[in-house]
């Protein structure tokens, strides 16, 4: 069994990271979180040890490290806030671990640079969760965009609704210094994903941005994206409010909807298996999609003009 600790035990996405420790056969031994609401550690590890101050943690991994204990952490999984996961990265390598990364992996590309250095000081090695990567359906779309070779750009119009209550903007999640503004929030993967299918970017514009929603244009070498990003409920489509739907999720290719609504719940799993094996996705993978949400935080949004998202027509402000 491989051994992980755990950074950031009460957040949404933990559960995920424990159900995929488990899956994979492997162990949780530790957990740090400044919030005690963790009873999820019992569905999965509840023999883990938990802490609430860093410096306890800190020190009791230290402790399995020195003396070669059975419990000594060989990965430490990383699910805090965004703006602290640089700094749990640096913590990991430095304490003789493996990291895995939560998405985004860092708020700007230049601390992927510092990364770097440390790796090749502590030689550990960071990987990170870009599941859309290795979803199905991404990946016979990749395989597609490849085998198509068109001489044409194609036109895709990407558009992510994740309605979120008036909680959202008095967590750190509303807070642009930490959570980097909803481009990173909630759509880091889907910047990675558009890379990962349609290579380099070649423009990036930026018509609206907003604590709540965000939409803008970009260029890659196979594609011309038109994408609309928030966490508003008035802006999921009358027909699935009708559903009794909160999110909305599309992606269209030349007119044609690509459908990958479903495949998610395993993502995490693989992410890990491929991790294990040695086949994680590093830190210049992560580069492209960092330096586009870091980009679309600092521009000036252009407004209605030029080849926007069709959302921004009816736009409720």
Known sequence: ??????????GYIAPRHMQAIKATGNRLVAALDRNDSVGIIDSYFP???????????DRHLDRLRRHVHSDRVDYVAIC????LHDSHIRFALRTGADAICEKPLVLNP????GLLEIEKDTGRKVATILQLRLHPSIIALRERVRREAITQKYDVDLAYITSRGHWYLQSWKGDVKKAGGIATNIGVHFFDMLHFLFGDLQENVVH???DTKAAGYLEYQKARVRWFLSVDAEDVPAAQIEKGQRTYRSITINGDEIEFSGGFTDLHIRSYEEILAGNGFGLEENRTAISTVAAIRNAAPVGLMGDYHPFLANLKT
């Open 47 to 57: 023999d883990a040890d938990f802490f609430t101050e860093f410096e306890r943690f």
């Open 110 to 113: 230049w601390n992927i640079d």
């Open 208 to 210: 609206y941005s907003s």
């Open 80 to 83: 805090s806030p965004n703006y």
């Open 1 to 10: 069994m491989t051994n992980f600790a755990l950074i950031g035990a009460a």
